[in-house]
């Protein structure tokens, strides 16, 4: 990642996913802001699975945190 960047990305306060040549990869703009890079599409895509799945896994342990007290006890008495 890059906070301030001088190379070829696309400026006038886009937003969105661009590939760009200079240096090659994958460059998340906000607002016109690079707020994420990327040498390869592959990395970007490794970077958001692994996103996703830290929020399956905090909304598990959620739900189990709220609901897990009113789940039945199934072990033998």
Do not use: C, W
Not at 4 to 14: A, L, Q
Not at 48 to 60: C, M, T
């Amino acid at each position: 990642m890059s906070e301030n960047s001088n190379t070829n990305v696309p400026d006038g306060g886009k937003t969105g996913i661009f590939y760009v040549k200079d240096p090659a990869g994958v460059v998340v703009m906000k607002s016109g802001k690079e707020i994420a890079r990327y040498d390869t599409v592959q990395a970007f895509v490794a970077s958001h699975e692994e996103g996703l799945q830290a929020i399956s896994n905090r909304d598990e342990k959620l739900h189990e945190a709220i609901f897990g007290q009113y789940a039945p006890n199934l072990t033998d008495s």
